[in-house]
């Protein structure tokens, strides 16, 4: 794959903060870093996403947060809750984590049924489902999306970012069985222009990462 | 320099025994992607051996629920885990959905940022928005992540926290991507210094070894979080003290014993790759 310009680049990737637990005077300075691209979308945590919405919204970008993350181990109820949360105070996408427990239990209808409660809130684009794909074995991962296609939804996301290194293998994966039926983000440790030109090459729509600035250069 | 537990446990007021250990822990499995049946088995080790509770994630509490049936063994589980940064609506609706299946505790994590920014209204303010919805008799405790706090942050989020109603303060999630150090004993002597004496505190973050366990009952703590209470227990086991499970039988010798956490049923990851808690943080 040749190599992208910055601005190109750019609107493959969702840009989240490197700063652990940030406040939003860090926060706020995280986006002033972001001037001069536009992103495919921006993440913040829940806490954050109602003083972001207005910052981002006069930067022109979209808006994205988690749900059931990093654990994907909340009550569909709870998820609920967040999710609803979460779009009332202006999110534009919701990136819900899989119930990785039910799914190794063989509790698949449980795995449908938490993504579906989540899935009616919002409009199915606005929905990408973390499957982590690094706890799974290839069978798992092509399992998973298929669940994750009963409810609807057609956005998949490696990882939540804490489970090491995405690898262009698992993205490979996905694509190979589904083609351009489904949506990929690569997350996880991506944190270099070739690492996430790799993961591009690999088939992924979007690269999550929190280096925005070691990706792109210095803004034009 | 802490003594080794052998001398320790001799202090007045110390646990000497296996059994008088475990009542200060809440074995604790918050891995991703454990299956029931794989939780069903922890929890049972921990009703074996009369842990003061067993800490799990919040879909796997009815799971639990069953388990400890009959016995005296607490279920205690998180809410906002581990990062914190929840709406404080958003904290108390979880609360509240977990106290409904049974939970007896609940281990909430504040909103970090906020405490690292010094809004600790805010902080008093989600605290008491989860003790609302939680109902009397539920147990709550308050993760202020110490590692990522300096000394004065700790105290005044512990301080508020404790306002709102916090039943215990904890020291840490213990989640590798904020816990950049485990608790010491020394995070438990500043907040037992500044809290009343009818809040409790909980050691968690990096306790895996009978003397970290004493070592930070000596400075305070009345409840230790770890995922490592089997080993931790070994240091006191005796021939006579109570069998780690799967032993073949009494052991050998006397006196501190420690074995791989792995050996005999601490669980290091449900999941075989080691997963669960990775480098980098996101969002």
Redesign the interface.
């Known amino acids: 794959m040749r190599d992208l310009r910055s601005a190109e680049l750019a609107l493959s990737l969702e840009a989240?903060?490197?700063?652990?637990?940030?406040?939003?005077?860090?926060?706020e300075e995280f986006f002033k870093s972001l001037a001069g691209w536009d992103y495919a979308a921006v993440?913040?945590?829940?806490?954050?996403v109602?003083s972001s919405r207005p910052i981002l919204s006069a930067m022109g970008q979209r808006l994205a947060?988690?749900i059931g993350?990093?654990?994907?181990?909340?009550?569909t109820?709870?998820k609920v809750?967040?999710a609803e949360?979460a779009l009332e105070?202006g999110a534009d996408e919701l990136n819900v984590a899989l119930?990785?427990?039910?799914?190794?239990?063989g509790?698949y209808q449980r795995v449908i049924d938490d993504l579906t409660a989540v899935r009616r809130l919002a409009d199915a684009g606005a929905i990408k489902v973390i499957y982590?794909a690094?706890?799974l074995t290839d069978q798992e991962s092509l399992r998973a999306a298929e669940l994750i296609g009963e409810a609807g939804i057609t956005f998949l996301i490696t990882s939540?970012?804490?489970?090491?290194p995405t690898e262009g293998h698992q993205v490979e994966v996905i694509r190979a069985r589904y083609g351009s039926a489904l949506r990929l983000m690569a997350?996880?440790?991506i944190?270099s222009r070739p690492e996430a030109m790799a993961m591009l090459a690999a088939g992924a729509d979007r690269v999550?990462t929190?280096s925005t600035r070691a990706l792109l250069g210095t803004a034009p | 320099m802490i003594p080794p537990p052998g001398g320790l446990a001799m202090d007045a007021g110390l646990p000497s025994t296996p059994a008088a250990l475990a009542a200060y822990i809440d074995q604790t499995n918050?891995d991703?992607?454990?299956?029931?049946?794989e939780?069903r088995a922890f929890v049972q080790t921990a009703v074996d051996q009369r842990f003061k509770a067993v800490c799990i994630?919040?879909?796997?509490v009815p799971t639990a629920r069953t388990v400890v049936r009959g016995s005296a063994v607490k279920v205690a589980t998180v809410v906002s885990?581990?990062?914190?940064?929840?709406?404080p609506?958003?904290k108390a609706?979880?609360a509240r959905?977990?106290a409904d299946?049974g939970a007896d505790e609940v281990d909430m994590v504040i909103?970090?940022?906020?405490a690292?920014?010094g809004e600790y209204t805010a902080i008093r303010e989600e605290v008491a928005g989860v003790r609302g919805a939680l109902p009397v008799g539920v147990v709550l405790k308050v993760i202020i992540?110490m590692p990522?706090l300096d000394a004065e942050e700790s105290v005044d989020a512990a301080l508020a926290a404790e306002r709102g109603g916090a039943d215990l303060i904890q020291t840490s999630t213990g989640f590798k991507?904020?816990s950049l150090r485990p608790t010491v004993a020394s995070d438990i002597e500043l907040l037992r210094s500044m809290l009343k004496p009818e809040t409790g505190v909980k050691a968690s973050g990096g306790i895996r070894t009978t003397e970290d366990a004493l070592g930070v009952i000596a400075a305070g703590a009345d409840r230790i979080g770890s995922s490592r209470g089997l080993a931790i227990l070994d240091g006191l086991r005796t021939p006579d003290s109570g069998q780690r499970p799967g032993s073949a039988g009494p052991l050998g010798t006397y006196g501190p014993v420690i074995s791989p956490a792995d050996a005999a049923g601490d669980p290091v990851s449900?999941?075989a790759?080691g997963?669960?808690?990775?480098?980098?943080?996101?969002?």
């Not at chain 1, 993350?69 to 009550?75: E, I, R, S, V």
């Not at chain 2, 991703?32 to 049946?37: A, F, K, V, Y």
């Not at chain 2, 885990?81 to 709406?87: C, K, N, Q, S, V």
């Open positions: 989240s903060i490197a700063t652990p637990a940030p406040t939003r005077e860090e926060l993440m913040v945590e829940p806490a954050y109602t947060t988690v993350h990093p654990l994907g181990a909340l009550t109820q709870a809750i967040q949360q105070d119930d990785v427990s039910a799914f190794r239990s509790d982590y690094a706890a939540s970012g804490f489970q090491g997350w996880g440790e944190d999550a929190s | 918050l991703l992607g454990c299956t029931r049946s939780i994630l919040p879909n796997m885990f581990p990062l914190g940064a929840d709406t609506t958003v609706a979880e959905t977990v299946m909103d970090i940022g906020r690292r920014a992540e990522l991507g904020l449900c999941l790759s997963l669960g808690w990775g480098r980098t943080p996101r969002t």
